[in-house]
């Protein structure tokens, strides 16, 4: 080996070693700034996962009064006049069947501004809410536009799905597949003079606009 490569070899050997001896120094030193910055990060990960702890998501809370439940949440105060606890109201167009798993009548006074606007009585509005299920029976896909189904209460108000307020159901839907969500309608009428709805909805379609189904037309209790 030529003196020449013997210096280089010896001068890259030495700056080597300074750079491991210094990286050292950087994480074990007590002021070292990587130790610093290494404790900080470990420190707010922790603060987080206390306030996460501590501090779960609200859940709605619940009281009873003269025998009627009142639940609030981020919409605002629900007074449940009448809840029908599990039931299977079904009706069906072509492979598709809808069925209603639970109903509720409620009287609902929005939190805020926000909501309000978004309800057919501003401040106070009367309020069905549909538990729902619906699944496509057959081996190709349908269309079923659950979302634009049509409400008429006895009361003789008419009124459409709140977009706002419900789940937003695909129209399409694949071969023996299901979809389970929430509709709910907002009325002007009073509660009370509320004892039924009839719900319209659109016949099944296949997936080249063809009718498969019949519309569907079904009478759901409020009592």
Do not use: W
């Amino acid at each position: 080996m030529t003196k020449s490569r013997m210096l280089g070899s010896s001068l890259l050997i030495t700056i080597c070693l300074s750079t491991i001896a210094i990286l050292l120094l950087l994480f074990t030193s007590e002021n070292s700034p990587l130790k610093n910055i290494k404790e900080t990060l470990a420190k707010a990960s922790e603060e987080i996962t206390v306030v996460q702890a501590v501090e779960p998501p609200a859940e709605p809370a619940e009281v009873v009064q003269e025998g009627i439940r009142i639940k609030t949440d981020h919409l605002g105060v629900h007074d449940i006049l009448f809840e029908s606890g599990p039931i299977q109201l079904q009706a069906a167009s072509g492979p598709v069947t809808m069925t209603i798993q639970q109903t509720y009548l409620e009287r609902l006074t929005a939190e805020n501004k926000a909501v309000q606007k978004y309800l057919a009585g501003g401040s106070v509005s009367t309020v069905v809410v549909l538990d729902i299920q619906i699944t496509n029976n057959g081996n190709e896909p349908v269309l079923f536009k659950l979302n634009e189904a049509k409400f008429k209460a006895d009361s003789g108000e008419a009124a459409g799905v709140n977009p706002f307020l419900s789940t937003k159901f695909e129209q399409e839907l694949a071969p023996k597949a299901s979809q389970k969500g929430v509709l709910m309608i907002d009325f002007d009428s009073e509660a009370r003079a509320i004892a039924s709805v009839v719900m319209d909805v659109f016949p099944t379609y296949n997936t080249a606009y063809d009718e498969i189904g019949e519309a569907i037309e079904l009478t759901i209790p409020m009592y």
